[in-house]
């Protein structure tokens, strides 16, 4: 059987160990009875859905059949028709934070805390004489959780009423001193994000105070990034101190990334501004981590446990902030303007900009002899363009590189059919002599991508 082209980006500390990336594009398996076991598909393009203000969009979720949002310090509300409607408007702050409760809306623009009625759609700020600040908030059996700014302590408000604050209603994460960068819920758990550790607590229905310590539940790694929690495939996901990506496994962290992906965020100037965002999609779960300092964005799926990369045109990060899954749509929110568009598999730009999608493979090499590559067929769906303009004649572009990526060969055209040709294939002859080589692929017509296979022909060259 052949290969895959490739499956996973795995750039490793040194590039003649591997180079391998995938670039807005990701891996699906196959049954055993396809014609390859992994195919690469292309990553969703994006249409606008509403227009929420000037931007940018900090953070989303869905409440009472609708969705709310902060865009720069705007609080609108988005029904399902794209109809956005103001609200009133917040402190600034980059580090948001939205919940939901029975008939509120919970926002933190820290230190401040904001309560939207989303009965009368009116907003108001916390402004209880016992509420001292807050760094972030989730919802938990009716309470708002919030964390108080640099401290190990965190509250609670009243049920079903984020506005009223007790003085007696704290505590203080108690196994470590470390600061609580971030609370977050899972399966009815409050998760509580350190610096340095983490540790969990339940809803007991204590009189005093209703929630204690689940006995054990003390991971010795911290968060390093405030809104890098997330939670999807029934886990929850972040970046730890010790810059590893983990998943929750019971009350452990499991590191799901890579030596390649770690040695990309250790040498990142600042990781502090990662923000974890999630969406499920025809049978994928994504974890989705953009770096904005870092300029970069790593995206893992639960289906198949690999990583791979996403940018956008005219950039490095993949430029979507944040995302919620409603109205029969997967939502992002924009990190330049105020839109909100859907996530969708058959549109092939991303707010009217093209994709470029990348594939650079394994290693081809010869086990140290000189080879001949005589001819290279990469395996696509044919026959994929459009009916006009940009895409009608949709074409793929081939370089190689004989000293793992450090120059580069010129880049070659192939077609990949206009709509309905079925008979077209990617081949390129007369590649050249080389002992190792790495080949590149990428597309940037609004076409379906769909990377099946790559079938190399090599022979022993004569001047070895």
Known sequence: MRPPFAVQSYPARSPTVSA???????????????????????????????????????????????????????????????????????DEADNVTMDRNRDQVIIVTPPAMWVVDTTTDTLAEVTDPDFEGASSVAV??????????????????????????????????????????????DHREAWLFGTETIEVWYNSGGADFPFQRVSGAHLEVGCAAFKSPAKIDNSVFWLGDDLKVYRAQGYQGLRVSTHALEEAIGKMASVSDAVGW????????????????GGACWVYDAATQLWHERESWGRTRYRWNCATETFGRVLVGDSATGGIYALDLDTFT??????????IG????????????????????????????????????LRWSDDDGRSWSPEYWRSLGAIGDGSARAIWTRLGAFRRRIYELSMSDPVKFVCIAANPSLAASPRD
Not at 56 to 73: E, F, L, N, Q, W
Not at 149 to 173: K, M, Y
Not at 280 to 288: E, I, K, L, T
Not at 352 to 357: I, N, T
Request: a negative charge; aromatic letters at 8%.
């Open 20 to 90: 391998q990336r995938v670039v807005n594009a990701y891996p699906e398996i196959q049954p055993e009875d396809a014609k390859e076991k992994l195919v690469l598909y292309g990553t969703p393009g994006a249409t606008l859905f509403a227009t929420a203000g000037t931007g940018p969009i900090k953070a989303m979720v869905r409440a009472a059949g609708a969705v709310y949002c902060v865009s720069g310090t705007a609080v609108y509300k988005v029904t399902s028709d794209g109809t956005a409607t103001l609200i009133g408007s917040v």
């Open 140 to 185: 938990l059996d009716g309470y708002a959780l919030f964390t108080k700014p640099e401290s190990d302590q965190w509250g609670l408000t009243a049920i079903n009423d984020a506005s009223d604050v007790d003085a007696l209603d704290f505590a203080t994460a108690e196994s470590s001193p470390d600061e609580l960068v971030r609370v977050f819920v």
């Open 278 to 293: 999630v969406y499920n999609q025809r049978g994928h779960a994504f974890y989705v981590l953009v770096f904005p300092t």
């Open 350 to 359: 991303e707010a009217g900009s093209p994709v470029r999608r990348r594939v």
């Open 362 to 397: 394994p290693s081809v090499h010869a086990d140290g002899k000189l080879a001949f590559s005589p001819r290279l067929e990469v395996e696509f769906e044919p026959g994929v363009g459009i009916t006009t303009g940009q895409g009608s004649a949709p074409e793929v572009m």
